[in-house]
């Protein structure tokens, strides 16, 4: 029950009236699919992919098990490089005499 529904005087200023007011915008609509939004789209994911691959190459590289090399010394400077170990030296002497 309302106001208007008995003596009312109040017409048009009537709270119980209701007003039409329009079409209200209920959501808005998508963009539509352009040609560079499908690219830069394509282009995100092949970064992703990218960087998924990076990620996972650096992993097994760290987790790989690492392997001793001999260490190979150059007998030809043996004898007057500073830097050589005494006992890469004598290793050096005993190879030459043995040739």
């Given at each position: 029950m309302n106001c208007c529904d008995y003596d009312c005087d109040q017409e048009r200023n009537c709270?119980?009236?209701?007003?039409?007011?329009?079409?209200?915008?209920?959501?808005?609509e998508p963009l539509p699919p352009t040609l560079w939004r499908i690219?830069?789209?394509?282009?995100?994911?092949?970064?992703?992919?990218?960087?998924a691959v990076l990620l996972v190459s650096a992993a097994v590289v760290m987790l790989m098990p690492r392997q001793q090399t001999p260490a190979r010394v150059d007998c030809s400077a043996s004898s007057y490089h500073p830097t050589m170990p005494?006992?890469?030296?004598?290793?050096?002497?005993?190879r030459v005499t043995r040739l």
């Amino acid at each position: 029950m309302n106001c208007c529904d008995y003596d009312c005087d109040q017409e048009r200023n009537c709270p119980a009236r209701v007003a039409k007011v329009g079409q209200a915008m209920k959501a808005a609509e998508p963009l539509p699919p352009t040609l560079w939004r499908i690219y830069l789209a394509s282009l995100a994911r092949a970064m992703l992919v990218c960087l998924a691959v990076l990620l996972v190459s650096a992993a097994v590289v760290m987790l790989m098990p690492r392997q001793q090399t001999p260490a190979r010394v150059d007998c030809s400077a043996s004898s007057y490089h500073p830097t050589m170990p005494a006992a890469a030296k004598s290793a050096c002497r005993d190879r030459v005499t043995r040739l």
